[in-house]
């Protein structure tokens, strides 16, 4: 096989910007096991795809790469950032096509399953029996979350070949399991959500709450999920013992308010009201008794701890030549566009590591 100066592991956000932000000079390939590159890009944002946020502090880095393809992005109310079109596949066709422009080899159903390192360059095995080297990696090939989209885990073993520690991997941003509401599933209502630990107060959110057939769903639900975690030595079944979630389901309305009501009925819908009396409206306490795994998650806590990584760069401190992008870092944003921020940041700061070392060659 042909040897590369850079070969991308993983043709996700992270692995797509990596390919579209690495000058024209090198020979690249890429190397994604799904029939197509960007197809979890396609499912995100509600099929929207939620570039970045206005509170990300390099988003406006993210804008220009856009923009500089020539994608126009929109602001909404809740400074979510979207493709002007709406439309999340525009993404990944944008993206491909960008790599493509710039020469990369995008190799399909091609699943890595070993990574070596020669002390000169890279020997990267794929399950169908290719073979490719190369001088450079870049490593984007996502974490556990979202499995029927191709991301299985594949690069922790990987990374661990190569001597990378990875930190107990969690399912977040997912629902909640708190016990039987089959009787208002699919239920709204607009609240705030409060996590507690052994009866102290570690997070909460406000925003929509969607009830569940076994528990609570929405996005101030997802935001509390990275904090639902066990501690060293400690299974995660007896972890969510010590959590339970508190319901402000009135937060527009005083204690004295509602206790001088006889229902919950008038603020809360007739469904909801049946379920919660006027006393727990305010504070409904609810237990943690799980939250939904990996094919409803929609990231990985844990992964690759930062302190391997120059985080400058994304090069490994541990193999040179070695860089990771997106999700197979330990970093979990919440909702809004975040993570996707996460994904195209590492992913210029390592193709642009790179371009520099390229240029100091020439």
């Not at 599933?185 to 569940?212: C, H, P």
């Amino acid at each position: 096989m042909k040897r590369y100066d850079v070969c991308i592991i993983g043709g996700g956000a992270a692995g797509l910007a990596a390919a579209a932000s690495l000058d024209t000079g090198m020979t690249i390939c890429l190397l994604e096991k799904n029939k197509v590159p960007g197809r979890k890009i396609m499912a995100t944002g509600g099929g929207r795809c939620n570039i970045t946020n206005k509170a990300c502090k390099a988003g406006d880095k993210t804008l220009d790469f856009f923009r500089s393809m020539g994608m126009e992005l929109y602001c909404d109310e809740e400074g979510r950032y979207f493709p002007y079109s709406n439309q999340a596949s525009d993404v990944a066709k944008l993206l491909t096509d960008a790599a493509v422009s710039n020469g990369v080899d995008i190799m399909t159903e091609r699943r890595v399953i070993g990574l070596d390192f020669s002390g000169e360059h890279f020997e990267i095995s794929c399950e169908n029996g290719d073979t490719v080297y190369a001088d450079n990696v870049i490593m984007a090939p996502g974490g556990k979350a979202a499995p029927q989209f191709g991301t299985t885990g594949d690069g922790y073993a990987l990374a661990k070949e190569l001597g990378h520690s990875i930190k107990r991997l969690y399912p977040v941003l997912t629902a909640v399991e708190c016990g039987d509401f089959k009787e208002i599933k699919g239920v709204r209502a607009r609240g705030n959500a409060a996590l507690y630990k052994d009866g102290k107060l570690v997070a909460e959110e406000s925003g929509e709450i969607q009830f569940t057939e076994d528990g609570l769903s929405g996005i101030c639900i997802f935001n509390l999920t990275p904090f639902i975690r066990a501690e060293e030595g400690e299974t995660f079944s007896e972890a969510l013992r010590r959590f339970e979630i508190v319901l402000d389901l009135a937060v527009d309305f005083t204690c004295e308010e509602i206790n001088e009501r006889t229902s919950s009925f008038g603020i809360l819908s007739y469904k909801l009201a049946k379920r919660v009396p006027p006393e727990k409206i305010k504070s409904w306490n609810l237990p943690v008794i799980g939250v939904k795994g990996w094919r409803q998650a929609q990231c990985t806590a844990g992964d690759i701890c930062l302190d391997e990584i120059d985080m400058d760069t994304m090069e490994s401190e541990m193999v040179p030549g070695l860089f990771f992008a997106g999700e197979i870092i330990d970093y979990q944003g919440p909702c809004g566009g975040y993570n996707l921020q996460n994904a195209w940041e590492t992913a210029i700061k390592s193709a642009e590591a790179l371009n520099g070392r390229f240029k100091r060659k020439k």
